[in-house]
T-cell receptor, first 115, second 115 residues
């Protein structure tokens, strides 16, 4: 089945220790997104890639970076995690950002704990 | 600016009874409206969306939603609730004219279906 896969499902890191979260998709979608969802809050878009074009949200901290080496994979790098970065990180994909009927499909998420 | 309001943090309903989860929105221009469901420690699953046309939209798992432009609402409904419907429900909006694909999510409504 075509899907969005995130690894690992649970990640524990130490304060200030860089961490990378992984997302892959078999949908062959052009767009990949990263959202941050803190406890009992709505998902918040961090950035997205349209093919190789990176689009950062204005209020995304510089501590968060992303890489998309190919269509299938996208990584979220947190350079120096703080306690406030503990959250669920959701990856999503969509076919075409300008399409009128475009729907985002989400992976299961990675829950990040910062000690 | 786009925004979404889900006025109820929690909705309880007895199994077999109809359920409604409320959502109101604010956008400049015509909206694209979405409902997603999130089960514990899982990503968001797409339920349904309104783009244009018939105001009553049918989606997955027997859910439907009614777009009401005059009331700027997009309430999620189901005629007969199941215990397995218990989850966190998010309404989201995307403004058509912005050209961006940013989804603005509400804060979520936790639905509990009581056996």
């Amino acid at each position: 089945d075509a899907m969005v896969i995130q690894n690992p499902r649970y990640q524990v890191t130490q304060f200030g220790k860089p961490v990378t979260l992984s997302c892959s998709q078999t949908l062959n979608h052009n767009v990949m997104y990263w959202y941050q969802q803190k406890s009992s809050q709505a998902p918040k878009l961090l950035f997205h890639y349209y093919d190789k074009d990176f689009n950062n949200e204005a209020d995304t901290p510089d501590n968060f970076q992303s890489r998309r080496p190919n269509t299938s994979f996208c990584f979220l790098d947190i350079r120096s995690p703080g306690l406030g970065d503990a959250a669920m990180y959701l990856c999503a994909t969509s076919r075409d950002p300008g399409g009128s009927t475009d729907t985002q499909y989400f992976g299961p998420g990675t829950r990040l704990t910062v000690l | 600016a786009q925004s979404v309001a889900q006025p109820e943090d929690q909705v309880n309903v007895a199994e077999g009874n109809p359920l409604t989860v409320k959502c109101t929105y604010s956008v400049s221009g015509n909206p694209y409206l979405f409902w997603y469901v999130q089960y514990p420690n899982r990503g968001l699953q797409f339920l349904l969306k309104y783009i244009t046309g018939d105001n009553l939209v049918k989606g997955s798992y027997g859910f439907e939603a009614e777009f009401n432009k005059s009331q700027t609402s997009f309430h999620l409904k189901k005629p007969s609730a199941l215990v397995s419907d218990s989850a966190l429900y998010f309404c989201a909006v995307r403004a058509i004219q912005t050209g961006a694909n940013n989804l603005f999510f509400g804060t979520g409504t936790r639905l509990t279906v009581i056996p």
